[in-house]
């Protein structure tokens, strides 16, 4: 207040404000800074990422999943199918065994069935050879066991093998008894001590002959 206003009176008086502030002649204070306006948040993209990669692998495990159970059944049905095929084998194996076992034991029954008639009319022949003087009784029943066992042989493929023209095979004579002769050429069969048998188209026994070979020149 100055001197002039304290000599007027207090209703001359007057209060001016101050455009500038509160203090005279004080610097005018800083107007405080607006506050700025927030901008809406968005999700960061690594979490977006974070989250989409978690369901791929998800579903990827659970495919994976689905595929192990899936190969697992399989591998069951596989065990249980070969268990069977091995079981199966096996029996299969034991009864071949058994049938061949079988073959084996009982193969000649119908053979042996044929020559028990021939043991038959052997004791025919010697009960009848008993009161026979001449013996014509026991040459006749000896005559007809011969024939049947020649037939039964027959009938099961086996032949006599014949010795043709004298000439030795190896593959089908055995030599016995060697001579030399300044007579022959090539080696010949002079005797025939016990015959050679086939069994259809295979050797069953070798003749065995004596044999007579080109003499050795000095």
């Known amino acids: ?20 502030g509160p203090g005279e002649g004080g610097p005018k204070p800083a107007a405080a800074p607006e506050p ?10 690594p979490e ?18 689905a595929e192990i159970k899936h190969l697992k059944k399989e591998m069951e049905e596989l065990k249980d199918g070969y268990v069977r095929k091995l079981a199966d084998t096996e029996n299969l194996r034991k009864r071949l065994e058994r049938e061949k076992g079988d073959y084996f034991q009982y193969a000649l029954s119908e053979v042996l069935l044929e020559f028990l008639s021939i043991v038959d009319n052997f004791e025919r022949a010697l009960q009848a050879s008993a009161g026979d003087a001449d013996g014509k009784t026991l040459r006749d029943g000896v005559d007809l066991i011969y024939r049947m066992c020649t037939n039964l042989l027959l ?13 030795f095979d190896p593959t089908l ?25 086939m069994l259809h188209n295979r050797l069953l026994r070798p003749s065995l002959v004596r ?3 080109p003499k050795k020149k000095d």
């Open 1 to 20: 207040m100055t001197d002039d206003e304290k000599g007027k009176p207090a209703e001359e008086i007057e209060y001016l404000s101050d455009p500038e």
């Open 173 to 197: 004579h055995h030599a016995m008894a060697v001579e030399e002769s300044g007579e022959v050429a090539e080696p010949q069969v002079t005797e025939e001590l016990q015959k050679g048998y």
């Open 48 to 65: 977006k990422d974070a989250g989409a990669s978690a369901k791929h692998l998800k579903d990827k495990l659970r495919k994976r999943e």
């Open 36 to 45: 700025e306006k927030a901008e809406p948040s968005e999700p960061a993209a």
């Open 155 to 167: 009938k099961q493929g086996v032949r006599a093998i014949e010795i043709k023209d004298k000439i």
């Open 211 to 213: 044999v007579v070979v």
